[in-house]
């Protein structure tokens, strides 16, 4: 078993290094820069009305009601099980595992990514809209496949190369599902729970390895609370999503504020740390100042894209099972789905650790006897340490988040088996999902989360081409929702590819659907 281990990790360090730091991150902040300035840069010209249109408009009605239409969900729903599915254990062991390889200016990347990744996830979920349809059981399906394959397939020429990319994403989906969505998820559920919660019959019980009898429990705790879930299909998971995410997005966001409010004097510290780290990185370990930027600056985008997944075509997935008629609509939820996760959770994250003494500012060292793994949990701690209080904390707040991104991505790793397999055998998946969670419990940290960082960066590479290739396409239904909506301009709505589906879109706009 080891050597099989350490074989995997070989091969899987070879792709990840190509994928990530020789071809994605360029690729993927390119993209992003290419989509804002398409869009006219969207994210700021129309800061207030996006955010009218999803956090200012949170209680109506049209947004967070529940809708009766076979496979589609609301809104908020859609934004809530990609939230669900995007803040998992990146927005706290990610953030720390930046921090410590890159320094604070490792930050300042990842809100770079963030900011034009809004884009990136807007242009997803446009496209995802534009394109999907409805499959045997009439239900939604859109994401990269279907934009990939209908889209850029499109093109004079290129209905194979759609084709292929489309096979290709949805095979890197699949793969992916079950490492940043299943297995480096439970990894780090089990590592925070075992350090929190220790029960010394089970903690002293070795199967191999470090691996003890208490991870193979929770294991399958998870499992079965997964399984329950997952199982119920899509609705359930956006029912149960809907109610968990806003209560643990809030809960750890003022938990945050508290510590950064006992520190307070470190605040203006902390980001000038982060600005000036950007471009001039604390040399822990030596090496070049291009070598260390270097280093920043991958750290930052990597844990950004790992945590939000702009770029990676995952999200689009559950926002095109949304029940609104325009593209635009939903695609504005992912620019708010971006800002949530990247530019508010971790944010608070990396305050969290900047401010409360865990991390030194000046030399970008770690207090002793901490370790990034344990870094964000010292850092509660240090205010809350009555009784364990501030690490038990961290760990329920991770397994909330790791939790439900593993109901996120079993519904994304569904929809790619069913364009690569067909409706009938997406039931088989989802059981061979939530089998797998135990196995996440059994493997080594780094390898799992390793391993995810890789598929994430396959799957990126196809959805970006994609984007890409349909930037003209994505400028137009922007410009149209904007002449409509915004300028109060009399023309036609571009809503779907199909002519079926445009008319019925239309007909819903004309009885005031969004």
Excluded at 285 to 299: D, E, F, N, P
Excluded at 333 to 360: H, P, R
Excluded at 407 to 418: D, M, N, P, Q, T
Aim: aromatic share 12%; glycine share 12%; hydrophobic share 50%.
């Amino acid at each position: 078993m080891e050597q099989f281990l350490a074989k995997l990790t070989e091969i899987n360090d070879v792709i990840n290094s190509f994928v990530w730091v020789r071809v994605g991150l360029w690729l993927l902040i390119a993209v992003g820069i290419i989509m804002s300035a398409a869009t006219g840069f969207f994210q700021v010209g129309h800061l207030g009305y996006w955010m009218k249109q999803t956090i200012g408009s949170i209680f109506k009605k049209h947004v967070i009601g529940h809708t009766k239409e076979k496979g589609a969900i609301s809104p908020f729903q859609a934004l809530c099980t990609a939230l669900a599915a995007t803040i998992g254990t990146g927005n706290i062991a990610g953030v720390a595992g930046a921090i410590t390889i890159g320094g604070a200016g490792a930050v300042f990347w990842m809100w770079i990514a963030a900011f034009f990744g809004m884009m990136t996830n807007y242009s997803e979920n446009v496209l995802g809209i534009y394109f999907r349809r409805r499959n045997d059981k009439g239900e939604w399906s859109g994401g990269a496949m279907y934009y990939l394959s209908d889209g850029l397939g499109g093109y004079k020429n290129m209905k194979t190369v759609g084709k292929v990319l489309a096979v290709m994403f949805a095979i890197f989906a699949v793969l992916a599902s079950f490492g940043i969505g299943n297995m480096g998820q439970t990894n780090k559920i089990v590592a925070n729970i075992e350090a929190a919660f220790p029960v010394k019959a089970l903690t002293s019980r070795v199967l191999y390895g470090d691996i003890t009898l208490y991870a193979f429990v929770i294991g399958l705790v998870l499992m079965v609370l997964a399984g329950l879930i997952i199982l119920g299909g899509l609705k359930r998971i956006a029912s149960f999503a809907e109610k968990i995410v806003p209560f643990m997005v809030i809960l750890f966001v003022l938990g945050s504020l508290i510590i950064i409010g006992k520190n307070y004097n470190e605040i203006l510290p902390a980001f000038g740390a982060i600005f000036r780290t950007a471009f001039k990185p604390v040399a822990v370990a030596g090496g070049t100042i291009g070598y260390l930027i270097s280093v920043v600056v991958t750290q930052g985008f990597k844990r950004g894209v790992f945590s939000n997944e702009a770029g990676l075509g995952s999200s689009v997935m559950v926002h095109s099972n949304s029940n609104v008629s325009e593209p635009v609509t939903q695609g504005i939820w992912g620019i708010f789905e971006v800002f949530a996760d990247t530019i508010i959770v971790c944010t608070m994250t990396a305050l969290v650790i900047l401010t409360s003494g865990v991390y030194n500012l000046s030399t970008g060292t770690l207090a002793e006897g901490t370790t990034d793994a344990t870094l964000v949990a010292s850092a509660f701690n240090s205010v809350f340490s009555w009784g364990n209080l501030g690490q038990r904390f961290v760990a329920v707040a991770m397994f909330l988040f790791a939790f439900t991104t593993i109901l996120g991505w079993s519904h994304y790793g569904s929809k790619a088996v069913e364009y690569l397999l067909g409706v009938k055998c997406v039931v088989v998946y989802r059981v061979v999902f939530v089998l797998m969670i135990v196995a996440g419990g059994l493997m080594t940290s780094s390898l799992a989360w390793d391993i995810s960082d890789t598929f994430n960066g396959l799957m990126m590479i196809p959805n970006l081409i994609g984007v890409v290739a349909l930037m003209p396409l994505v400028r137009k239904i922007t410009k149209n929702y904007k002449d409509r909506r915004i300028h109060g301009k009399d023309i036609r709505a571009v809503l779907s590819y199909d002519a079926s589906i445009q008319k019925e879109a239309e007909e819903r706009i004309q009885n005031g659907a969004v």
